[in-house]
């Protein structure tokens, strides 16, 4: 994939299919150690430990429409590729966590790309998830959490035209400047 944002929404294209109702989702670039770390933290079904075990491995799915699983794998090449790993921590009944990091500099790792238009992607789609999003360089954060915002919106629903595109121009502008990562 072109955008490390793409394997994101990918990735928690998953965690609702888990189940999940909540998802947090961290992206932070570290300059001195030249480390970028693509972390989802979600609450769905999780799995157990010998799928985890297996599932970097591109014909593991429990998927019925296609028998290739090629999210978890692709995103697991895509930081080998970086001088980096995918880690999986997953509990059955309480989540999953992934860990993927990049040599931040690799002449290979793709940009991060469009990540506004993949959390309103997530969330058009998903208007009743709990997303918790952070980009971070170094001491620098940008978070953006759609609890904190529904409470401002008082009932209306965040899949809404005008509420998604605010969201969009709210990510877009708090992950340029101080916390962008190309
Ligand atoms: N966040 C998650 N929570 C629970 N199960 C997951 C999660 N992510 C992936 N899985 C399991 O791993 C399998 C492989 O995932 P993936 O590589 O993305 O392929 P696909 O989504 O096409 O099946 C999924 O079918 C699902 O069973
Ligand atoms: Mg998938």
């Known amino acids: 994939m072109r955008e490390l944002s793409m394997h994101i929404l990918d990735l928690a294209q998953n965690s609702i299919a888990a189940g999940a109702s909540r998802l947090e989702i961290e992206v932070a670039a570290d300059t ?12 769905g079904r999780g799995m157990a430990p010998d799928f985890v075990s297996r599932v970097k491995d591109p014909f593991v799915t429990t998927r019925t429409t296609r028998r290739v699983g090629l999210g978890i794998p692709m995103f697991d090449a895509a930081a080998r590729a970086c001088d980096g790993r995918l880690a999986i921590q997953s509990s059955p009944g309480k989540g999953t966590y992934l860990a993927a990091t990049f040599k931040l500099s690799h002449i290979d790792r793709a940009p991060l790309g469009d990540i506004a238009s993949t959390i309103v992607t997530i969330i058009a789609v998903n ?3 709990h997303l918790r999003y952070t980009q971070r360089v ?34 877009k502008q708090g992950t340029s400047e101080e916390t962008e990562i190309n």
């Open 32 to 43: 001195n150690a030249d480390r970028l770390v693509i972390s989802l933290q979600d609450n």
């Open 127 to 129: 208007p009743d998830l």
């Open 138 to 171: 170094d001491d620098k954060a940008f978070i953006f959490d759609t609890d904190e915002l529904k409470t401002q919106l008082d009932g209306v629903p965040l899949n809404e035209g005008p509420v998604l595109k605010w969201i969009g121009e709210y990510v």
